[in-house]
């Protein structure tokens, strides 16, 4: 069953704790993203991948960090330094390309207690 | 800074009717163009990826793109209630640019 992955679904943390977002594609795909959305806005975009080992950062990568050790796998952890965190993280991954439709995970709803 | 702007919405259509959304970009050279659907909680599902000047129809979808005036649409024919969610463009250049999304309602 070929997808996209994110783990957990829900997600609760204390101020001053990190968490880390679990993002899983066995679509052989190159390119891998994270997002963020806050209730009724678009899709911002924190970090992206297109090769394993590299990454750069998107508009608000200020308190993320990442790692792509394996081309199946993005995850993202946010930091205490996120001031404001609690908000739906989606990871997306696309091939590179001509067709490089972008597909979505069902999202992790992260909120800060 | 490349750019993508949707229509702001919301917009409501009676069932039945044909919904309209609209796209402008502002990269010259992008070459493909993707439309997503959003339902409330819920992720983006792609519906519509159109690669060439016209207009590509899947059901009751129809995008179409028009690259020199950087335009491209979705019309969605025979509306119905469970169309009611908002509606994302997006155009890639390296990362992908997504407009803010135009949120339809179909009104029985």
């Known amino acids: 069953d070929g997808g996209i992955t994110q783990s957990p679904k829900y997600l609760f943390r204390k101020e001053g704790q990190n968490v880390t977002l679990s993002c899983e594609q066995n679509?052989?795909?190159?390119?891998m993203y994270w997002y963020r959305q806050d209730p009724g806005q678009g899709l911002r975009l924190i970090y992206y991948?297109?090769?394993?080992?590299?990454?750069q950062k998107g508009d608000i990568a200020e308190g993320y960090s990442v790692s792509r050790e394996k081309k199946e796998s993005f995850p993202l952890t946010v930091t205490s330094a996120q001031k404001n965190p609690t908000a739906f993280y989606l990871c997306?991954?696309?091939?590179?390309?001509?067709?490089?439709?972008?597909?979505f995970g069902p999202g992790t709803r992260l909120t800060v207690l | 800074q490349k750019e993508v702007e949707q229509n702001s919405g919301p917009l409501s259509v009676p069932e039945g009717a044909i919904a309209s959304l609209n796209c402008t970009y502002s990269?010259?050279?992008?070459?493909?163009f993707f439309w997503y659907r959003q339902y409330s909680g819920k992720s983006p599902e792609l519906i519509m990826s159109?690669?060439?000047?016209g207009d590509k129809e899947d059901g009751r979808f129809t995008a179409q793109l028009n690259k020199a005036s950087q335009y491209v649409s979705l019309l969605i024919r025979d509306s119905q209630p469970s169309d009611s969610a908002t509606y994302l463009c997006?155009?890639?250049?390296?990362?992908?640019?997504f407009g803010t999304g135009t949120s339809l309602t179909v009104i029985p």
């Open positions: 679509l052989n795909h190159d390119a």
């Open positions: 990269d010259r050279v992008s070459q493909s």
């Open positions: 991948s297109q090769i394993v080992n590299d990454f």
């Open positions: 997306a991954s696309a091939h590179l390309g001509s067709y490089n439709e972008q597909f």
């Open positions: 997006a155009v890639p250049f390296n990362q992908f640019y």
């Open positions: 159109i690669y060439s000047n």
